[in-house]
């Protein structure tokens, strides 16, 4: 079966400009997240969708967005690109939510310059 | 809100030793607790959960860890470390909007 899949793998934007992450989900889970992991940090939650709704935001600000298609796949946006912005955003997956654990993709690398 | 913290950033051991990643978290209210690791390069796998029942739980790769609900604590153990077990931990906890968050993360360095 396939796992979590993410694309693009790695990007390179200049500052100001936007970016678009896609994110396909094992088959059958209704919930995904997106995290943002800095070089040497723990992932910082940003967003979560269940059945195409979103159910939770993390503390990023309104240049992030998201949205989660009827098959359950999912985008993230960034707006207005600062070089903090550069990390690797994980996608996870999940049947359900609360005690559902997270099934991750090998993330997209994003650098922003 | 919810917290974990990771007690080290990076813990080196000798190659057949055994291993605690120390992991403490916050919360006023019952938890799910998780450990993930995360190869170079790759996303983040689960190792094991707690979710209610027995406080040890086995998870994958000879990986077991404690919850104890007096000290706040999840630690994760093994008591033979192989150079594949080379990698990061991140401890996590769902918090009441069923959100996961992560601790900052433990570098497991296998010495030879």
């Known amino acids: 079966d396939a796992g979590v899949t993410q694309s693009p793998t790695h990007l390179i934007k200049t500052r100001g400009q936007h970016v678009t992450l896609r994110c396909s989900p094992i088959?059958?889970?209704?919930?995904v997240s997106w995290y943002q992991q800095v070089l040497g940090q723990g992932p910082q939650f940003i967003f979560q969708y269940y059945e195409k709704e979103e159910r939770g935001r993390g503390n990023f600000p309104d240049r992030f967005s998201a949205r989660q298609f009827p098959n359950y796949s999912s985008e993230l946006n960034v707006n207005a690109l600062l070089l903090g912005d550069s990390a690797l955003y994980l996608c996870?997956?999940?049947?359900?939510?609360?005690?559902?654990?997270?099934?991750f993709g090998n993330g997209t690398r994003l650098t922003v310059t | 809100a919810q917290s974990v913290t990771q007690l080290d950033s990076q813990v080196p051991v000798f190659e057949e030793a055994p291993v605690e990643l120390r992991c403490n978290y916050s919360?006023?209210?019952?938890?799910?607790l998780f450990w993930y690791v995360q190869y170079p390069n790759q996303g983040l796998q689960l190792l094991l959960k707690y979710l209610s029942g027995s406080t040890l739980v086995k998870g994958i790769n000879g990986f077991e860890a404690e919850f104890n609900k007096s000290q706040t604590s999840f630690h994760l153990r093994k008591p033979s470390v192989h150079i594949s077990d080379t990698a990061e931990y991140f401890c996590a906890v769902s918090d009441p909007d069923d959100k996961i968050i992560f601790g900052k993360g433990t570098r497991l360095h296998i010495l030879p």
């Open positions: 088959s059958g889970h209704k919930s």
């Open positions: 919360s006023s209210v019952s938890v799910y």
């Open positions: 996870a997956s999940s049947p359900g939510t609360g005690n559902s654990p997270l099934h």
